[in-house]
């Protein structure tokens, strides 16, 4: 199945939610407590997947809260140099901090995340603050999970998810399952859910599917069905170094295997993955590929230090592709 979209708008993608600042250890083999230097980078997955799709190539840009401080003018600087638009964000005016991610790489296998989340100001995104016209010139809208967490966030997902419905742009739900900020897991359950069932395209892991149906064990299968029951047309499930599955509204289903990688830390894959498999699909390539170029794009990611300013190019991608002999 082949998936098209519209060829006469502004923005390939628009992403709207969670940007903010990671501080992620330079000191590797070494719990944080021992952790004395990092380095400041943008973090925040919607932001990571702008940055990354802008990085490909796409023409991009980005809806969001942020601070009235330095760390909230470095986001916008990076994202502007980088390509991204930012002429919807908006600047906090009750004094709200930009969330901070301090990473741990302990081992390639054992990395953690140690997040502030409190009160920060992409949480504070208001319904008001978003505009339809804005939404109307995007290809595809991405929301993503960590933005549901609380009102009034949540409510901005849900005007920009009315505006992109009305619009006819398709919408992609990026699962970003960050627990910090949720109250319950059947409270995160109701609003993934809901979430899931206004998208043309999820992408997930199956843990994060696991958290969306509060519940573990169901196979694959089973969460692909329900989910394509609503207005998904493909839904991705990501199985970390087993490789990942997408299953479509016809029936199709196409498995691609991870790619091997010199692993410095795991964070930031998903966010590679995510921009990489947007960018094969508005690129018209089949959905094999796009699966091999968002592998191929998170082995790039997890070999390097950071997450925003690691996002590949496609010369990259096509690269590890073409030396594994797997792409088609």
Not at 15 to 38: H, K, Q, S, W
Not at 200 to 208: A, F, P, S
Not at 287 to 309: T, Y
Not at 316 to 327: N, P
Request: net charge negative.
């Amino acid at each position: 199945m082949g998936f098209t979209f519209a060829t006469d708008k502004r923005f390939d993608v628009i992403a709207v939610g969670r940007a903010c600042i990671d501080l992620n250890a330079t000191e590797y083999n070494r719990p944080m407590e021992e952790t004395m230097t990092f380095s400041k980078y943008v973090g925040g997955s919607p932001a990571n997947i702008a940055i990354g799709s802008s990085k490909l190539g796409l023409k991009t840009g980005f809806i969001g809260k942020l601070s009235d401080d330095q760390h909230g003018r470095f986001i916008q600087s990076y994202m502007d140099r980088v390509g991204v638009d930012t002429s919807q964000m908006v600047t906090d005016t009750e004094g709200r901090k930009s969330g901070l991610t301090f990473t741990e790489i302990k081992s390639p296998e054992e990395c953690s995340i140690l997040m502030y989340r409190t009160d920060v100001a992409d949480l504070y995104l208001r319904p008001e603050e978003i505009s339809e016209g804005y939404i109307a010139q995007a290809k595809m809208l991405l929301i993503s999970g960590t933005a549901l967490a609380q009102s009034p966030s949540r409510e901005a997902v849900f005007q920009a998810v009315d505006y992109a419905k009305r619009q006819g742009v398709p919408i992609v739900f990026e699962l970003d399952h960050r627990p910090y900020t949720w109250q319950s897991a059947e409270e995160t359950s109701v609003y993934y859910k809901w979430a899931a069932e206004q998208a043309n395209i999820v992408i997930g892991t199956r843990d994060e599917y696991n958290i969306l149906e509060n519940h573990e064990g169901n196979h694959d299968e089973q969460t692909a069905e329900s989910l394509l029951a609503y207005r998904a047309e493909l839904v991705v499930i990501k199985h970390g170094v087993d490789g990942s599955v997408a299953f479509e509204k016809n029936g199709a289903i196409t498995r691609a295997k991870a790619y091997p990688s010199k692993v410095l830390k795991t964070f930031g894959a998903g966010d590679s993955y995510a921009s990489a498999f947007l960018y094969a699909l508005l690129n018209e390539k089949s959905v094999r590929e796009a699966l091999q170029f968002g592998g191929a794009s998170a082995a790039i990611v997890v070999s390097k230090h950071s997450s925003s300013e690691a996002m590949p190019t496609v010369e990259e991608i096509e690269a590890l592709l073409a030396k594994h002999e797997q792409r088609v």
